[in-house]
């Protein structure tokens, strides 16, 4: 890893190469000191690169994998995204969370007036106006001025108006044509479905079609966690138009998500990302390690039920330090989805309404936190009396649906269920040395265990667990 925290990946809009990243690096650092690094991705026929093989978002998208595979340093990174790489952004998510490409440790996105999944709202004549423009070659100087001008609130200043407008007038004519008329019409949103991770948005009022009064209708179904930024005064061109913003944006983000979620080293994390660990596999370990929603509203549970189900947590599995796992609403969000090992006790009620009863009988039960010194006493002595059956016989709130017996049943399922989550988390597996998940990969040869001795590993294994045989 580099000797900056993690990495700002940068895919931008129509028109723009990487060059565009250059005015939000140039922020992070004035802002940051150097905790980010930036990475500007330049689109296929953008700026010199390439044409791609064909018009679609699929082949925009492929692009960017591939520079996120070869610049992945193994450490925690987020996506931003202005415009149509936007919609880029959100084909290349979709492939991260499903472990579709060889990389680990995305915690969120940071989009810029992007477009939506659906076709991007644009009027036919505007379309027409613009595909004229290149019906010659490159984009003329006087056409990628006016471009520009109809893309930002006020003037830029000399210098970012004149990168801008040169970057327009490298751009190739056919990925000008192909965007206009493939890219942009396509509809992706049965494809990508329901993107659930941390995501801000930040568009400009100025903006005539991708501007901030648009963005939660087109965009709040794709990311149910994203946050929305309203810019005044502020046209489409974020980059070059609001750049401090954006770059406060992404710390922002970055602080509320990488420092609060349990990381894994770059060593693991490139094993993760590796051939050797199979996609499906890459993709689970993938939405683990998301940052929880700080906010989470439970999906089954009360919200006092909740609070009491993370007490517990904190109990049975603590967790130190500020980067931890909500055991509690990940349990909630399981039990919303009728996920569950799949069985219980005979007599016992199911695994939602056994939570409810549960935790309300606790409730009433659980000692008071005034005195924290007395309290955990009192609180570890029912913990214990539960567990071993004990207090069996003490009554149970819920009426005939609940007695001391199913009590402790159910204890011995919630003990079960914290334990496997926090165990199913990628930091969890590095702490324990669990490396399993990498021997059922797509890579030639073998992808199993060679050594098998105590003190040594195979070559391909992290070093902290041993010797090489």
């Known amino acids: 890893m580099t000797a900056s925290e993690g990495t700002v990946f940068f895919f931008p809009g129509l028109g723009f190469g990487a060059a565009a990243a250059a005015p939000i690096a140039n922020a992070l650092d004035a802002l940051a000191g150097g905790r980010l690094r930036v990475v500007g991705i330049d689109p296929p026929g953008h700026d010199g690169s390439p044409d791609a093989p064909n018009g679609s978002v699929a082949a925009l998208a492929d692009r960017v994998v591939e520079c996120i595979e070869a610049e992945a340093d193994g450490g925690p990174f987020v996506i931003a995204a202005h415009s149509m790489g936007g919609k880029v952004a959100a084909v290349v998510t979709h492939r991260i969370l499903h472990g579709k490409a060889n990389v680990f440790g995305l915690a969120g996105l940071v989009l810029l007036a992007p477009s939506p999944l659906m076709p991007e709202p644009m009027s036919e004549d505007k379309r027409a106006e613009m595909l004229s423009w290149?019906?010659?070659?490159?984009?003329?100087q006087r056409h990628a001025s006016e471009?520009?001008?109809?893309?930002?609130?006020?003037?830029?200043?000399?210098?970012?108006?004149?990168?801008?407008?040169?970057?327009?007038?490298?751009?190739?004519?056919?990925a000008w044509r192909r965007w206009l008329t493939e890219g942009s019409a396509e509809d992706l949103s049965s494809d990508v479905g329901v993107l659930d991770l941390p995501v801000v948005v930040l568009a400009g009022e100025d903006d005539d079609d991708l501007g901030a009064s648009a963005q939660p209708q087109l965009l709040a179904d794709v990311y149910p966690r994203a946050r929305f930024v309203s810019l005044a005064s502020t046209g489409h061109l974020l980059p070059y138009e609001r750049a401090a913003e954006v770059a406060d944006e992404i710390v922002r983000l970055w602080d509320a998500t990488v420092p609060t979620a349990p990381q894994v080293t770059p060593e693991w994390s490139r094993l993760i990302a590796s051939e050797r660990t199979a996609p499906e596999a890459r993709?689970?370990?993938?939405?683990?390690?998301?940052?929880?929603?700080?906010?989470?509203?439970?999906?089954?549970?009360?919200?006092?039920?909740?609070?009491?189900?993370?007490?517990?947590?904190?109990?049975?599995?603590?967790?130190?330090?500020?980067?931890?796992?909500d055991l509690a609403a990940r349990v909630d969000a399981d039990l919303a989805l009728g996920r569950s090992d799949g069985w219980r006790n005979e007599g016992q009620p199911a695994d939602v309404s056994a939570y409810r009863l549960g935790l309300d009988d606790l409730s009433a039960l659980w000692p008071d936190d005034t005195?924290?010194?007395?309290?955990?006493?009192?609180?570890?002595?029912?913990?214990?009396?539960?567990?071993?059956?004990?207090?069996?016989e003490h009554q149970a709130l819920g009426g005939d649906a609940w007695n001391?017996?199913?009590?402790?049943?159910?204890?011995?399922?919630?003990?079960?269920?914290?334990?496997?989550?926090?165990?199913?988390?990628?930091?969890?597996?590095?702490?324990?040395?669990?490396?399993?998940?990498?021997t059922s990969g797509p890579a030639s040869g073998s992808v199993g265990y060679n050594t098998v001795a105590a003190g040594l590993r195979d070559p391909w294994e992290p070093v902290e667990l041993g010797d090489l045989a």
């Open 147 to 174: 471009f520009v001008a109809q893309n930002v609130a006020a003037p830029l200043g000399e210098a970012a108006a004149r990168a801008a407008v040169e970057q327009l007038r490298r751009m190739s004519p056919l």
């Open 283 to 325: 993709g689970f370990l993938a939405h683990r390690a998301l940052a929880d929603h700080p906010d989470y509203a439970p999906r089954v549970l009360s919200p006092e039920q909740l609070s009491m189900l993370r007490a517990l947590a904190d109990r049975l599995v603590p967790q130190s330090g500020t980067a931890r796992v």
């Open 371 to 392: 005195d924290d010194q007395n309290a955990t006493a009192e609180q570890n002595a029912l913990i214990e009396g539960i567990i071993s059956g004990e207090l069996n």
């Open 134 to 140: 290149v019906d010659d070659g490159p984009i003329s």
């Open 404 to 438: 001391g017996t199913m009590r402790q049943h159910w204890f011995d399922d919630l003990r079960t269920d914290l334990t496997r989550i926090w165990l199913s988390h990628p930091a969890s597996f590095a702490r324990i040395g669990y490396d399993g998940f990498a």
